[in-house]
């Protein structure tokens, strides 16, 4: 866990690119990463479906970010929610962003009447 202050945020408009890099660079040595995770966010964004895509700053600097979208579930239950992409820069992983960025969006999400929510990806 870092020590230095988390600042969880929704996205702002500023954020598109940085996001890309953040995305890129915590996919970019996984072996099991089709590489192609940056361009999920992307088609979401411009399909309006992200419920919530929120960046996490360490010092003014963005270092991670989540995205959740809706989920379709097979027996037509709604309010479900995909978790993912889940990006954290190399250099900050394993200081609590990933869990403060989830423990974040699955507290909005609920205020948002979610019933739940589901991780997309690889675990």
């Known amino acids: 866990m870092t020590t230095q202050k988390i600042v969880i945020r929704d996205e702002t408009k500023a954020d ?13 040595t996984m072996e099991i990463s089709s590489h192609t995770e940056q361009f999920i966010i992307e088609a979401l964004r411009s399909a309006r479906a992200l419920t919530l895509s929120l960046v996490a700053e360490v010092d003014g600097r963005v270092v991670g970010h989540i995205a959740f979208s809706p989920a ?7 309010n479900w929610y995909g978790l993912g992409p889940l990006s954290v820069l190399p250099e900050y992983q394993r200081r609590g962003i990933g869990k403060a960025l989830i423990q974040e ?11 739940g929510c589901c991780l997309v990806g690889h675990p």
């Open 16 to 28: 598109v690119g940085v996001i890309t890099e953040v995305t890129v660079a915590a996919f970019a």
């Open 105 to 115: 969006g699955l507290s909005r999400l609920k205020k948002l009447g979610a019933k």
């Open 72 to 78: 379709a579930i097979s027996d037509g239950t709604k």
